[in-house]
Every structure is written in structure tokens, then in C-alpha cells.
């Protein structure tokens, strides 16, 4: 495969197929969007599907959680012409932080933080997040968002895979994501069929 192509025929979610499967086991997330960032169509068809829902939203603020969404996150605050926040995992921030210990889809137990004197009262922030498996990541993100009385306009992920926590999010925010709802059974199955035809 030719990661840098850019097809002529671009049908929605045509990107999803540059997203490799894991090959290295069960400790690992399934797979790999990111290297769907490294297609200059991909990653701006990619941010235009996530920005869609919200055109009619203001946004004073994107906010991206450690470590994928920040590459999202900066892309679209910069499409957006906003700032940037960084949730950080911890340990990483020298300065006064808030934090908010979580559980992702690895079953370990983690913590997040946000510094202290960004966010205000009715500041309007997009969260982004490369992906939403189990949910626990972007919710310890909404929680130190909102913690500081900031207001989450909604959340951008590639994907939401339809968990629990995934049909939280949808249930109680406005939310985008890139995949054609043919494709939602494949993610929830966590196979792609792309991945018959994938090699690197
Ligand atoms: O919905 P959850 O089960 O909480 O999982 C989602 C999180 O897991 C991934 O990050 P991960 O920490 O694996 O990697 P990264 O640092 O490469 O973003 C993903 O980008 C989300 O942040
Ligand atoms: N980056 C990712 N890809 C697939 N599944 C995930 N679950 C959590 N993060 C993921």
C-alpha cells in the first residue's frame, strides 16, 4: 500500500482503510489510525468530517487528550482558528494542575490532568480524542473540563466503538466521528475487512 496516495474517487470514510491492525497482541489498542495523519487528503477529509457537525457551534477553545488527540486536536483548533489545550497524562506538567484518575480499555488504572488557569466559566471547548473504546479516557477528559465550569460543546473522535461508555458519550454530548455507519458493525467487532487486503 502506498500510505501517501491520494485517490481520485474519495467516498466517505475512504481513509479508515490506511488504518493498520495491530500486530503485536492483546496489550496493544487493535489498531493504528495514525497513520491516516499521514496522508495530507486523509488528515484533512478527516478533520472536515469532524467538523461538520459543529459548523453552526461556537468554539472558543479545542482542548486534545495525551497523545494522539493531540495531533487531531491541533490540526482542527488551527482549521477552527482557536487555541489549543493539552490534557496531559500525568506527569508531564510543571505547573498547578487539576487531575482525574480514570480506567481505559487496557484495565489499568491512569490519570490525566489539565492546568489550572486556562479554562474559566462558560468557556466553550471541543474535546478531541483519536478514539473512544470503553470511554474512560474522554470521560476523565469531560470531568476536569467541566470540573472548571468550563462548557464541553462536544466531542471529536475518529471513531466511537458502540460500548457502554461509548453510547454514553452519544447519549449526553454532542459528538462527531468518521465512520460510515456501514462500517460501526466492523468497529464494534474491532476487524476491519480492510485488514484482509492490508500489508505495510
Ligand atoms: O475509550 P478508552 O478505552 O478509554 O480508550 C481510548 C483512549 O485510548 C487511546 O489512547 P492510548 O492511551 O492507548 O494511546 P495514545 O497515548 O497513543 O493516544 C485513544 O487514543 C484514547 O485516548
Ligand atoms: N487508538 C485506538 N485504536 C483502536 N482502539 C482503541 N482503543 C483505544 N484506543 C484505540
Known sequence: MNTLA????????????????????????????????????????CVKDLLCPFQN?????????DAMGF?????IATTLGKGFLAIRKVGHLCIQTESQPYTDYSG????MEICQDVLRPGLRV????????????????IKLVERQGAVVVGVATVAIENSEGGKW??????????????????????YL??????NN
Open 57 to 65: 457551534e461556537a468554539i472558543d477553545l479545542v482542548a486534545g487528550v
Open 126 to 141: 471541543l474535546i478531541v480524542d483519536q478514539w473512544i473504546e470503553t470511554g474512560g479516557t474522554i470521560k476523565a477528559a
Open 108 to 111: 489499568n488504572e491512569k490519570m
Open 71 to 75: 495531533i487531531l486536536g491541533s490540526a
Open 169 to 190: 458519550i452519544k447519549e449526553k454530548y454532542k459528538y462527531s466521528h468518521c465512520i460510515p455507519e456501514e462500517l460501526q458493525s466492523q468497529i464494534d467487532k474491532q
Open 6 to 45: 491520494i485517490p481520485m474517487e474519495r467516498e466517505k470514510g475512504w481513509y479508515l482503510s490506511l488504518m493498520a491492525p495491530n500486530t503485536k497482541g492483546p496489550t496493544y489498542a487493535w489498531l493504528d489510525p495514525s497513520r491516516l495523519y499521514c496522508n495530507s487528503q486523509a488528515l484533512s477529509d
Open 193 to 198: 475487512d480492510s485488514f484482509k487486503s492490508f
